[in-house]
């Protein structure tokens, strides 16, 4: 039943803890980790994600939190719920369509490079970054792909090493998918990482006059453009879309 619940829209963790409460019944968090199985460490976040999903309540007894199951029929009023969040975010990317077009018409100058590899990309990152500033932020997009997440955690755990040695701060956006991944980590510090419901054009860094756009796959690449003028438009897309994303 895991995969039935993971295609109506629950995580891997989600569906276990869920399956778990039903037949459990009222549970304290105990008896919740030995029957779905899911490390301590994790339980309170996916509780937490059911909750605001509607999926799991709880109650107080003796200063204990008891948490307990929906019945199942309530699951439609879940996924009613997530057909009306798609209607309104169908509505927010029709309103950011015109900036992205614009993004998408903009003549590219010659000034381009591309980067093959793991090293390649590194690079590309440092040339990127070469003339960083502490007064301005690195604006990223981060594309969420399950297939290539190890690849990219190593590489971007190591990137981090770089932005903190310039001291350089980021603000990034990716999708909610992402956020309640079981890949998800906490950013470090000087990390300002926002999410959003809907589709994200590429994986893509901004940064004074150029921009960085990573391909993952079998043969990761990167395309660095030096252009003030693209690099301006994909500027203004960042901030509208940052006005949009949530915490």
Request: proline fraction near 4%; glycine fraction near 4%.
């Amino acid at each position: 039943m895991r995969q039935e619940l993971k295609r109506i829209g629950l995580t891997e963790g989600e569906s276990k803890v869920y399956l778990a409460l039903l037949k459990l019944g009222s549970s304290t968090v105990g008896p919740i980790v030995k029957e779905s199985k899911l490390a301590y460490s994790k339980i309170y976040e996916v509780l937490d994600r059911l909750i605001r999903k509607g999926i799991v309540s709880y109650t107080i007894k003796e200063k204990t939190k008891y948490f307990q199951a929906v019945e199942p029929t309530r699951l439609l009023d879940f996924l009613n719920k997530k057909e009306n969040e798609i209607k309104q975010n169908k509505e927010t990317l029709k309103n950011i369509l015109p900036e992205l077009q614009k993004v998408k018409n903009q003549k590219v100058l010659q000034e381009s490079e591309i980067y093959t590899g793991l090293k390649g990309i590194k690079t590309a990152y440092e040339i990127l970054t070469k003339d960083s500033s502490k007064k301005e932020p690195l604006l990223y997009f981060y594309v969420y792909d399950e297939k290539h997440v190890k690849t990219l955690d190593l590489f971007y755990n190591q990137l981090f090493h770089l932005f903190k040695k310039l001291k350089l701060n980021l603000k990034g956006i990716s999708t909610r998918e992402f956020k309640e991944s079981r890949h998800f980590k906490k950013p470090p510090k000087f990390v300002d990482l926002k999410f959003i419901d809907f589709p994200l054009p590429s994986t893509l860094d901004i940064y004074g006059d150029k921009i960085l756009q990573t391909i993952w796959g079998e043969k990761p690449m990167a395309i660095l453009i030096n252009s003030k003028e693209v690099a301006d438009n994909y500027r203004k897309y960042f901030d509208n879309v940052w006005k949009l994303a949530k915490k």
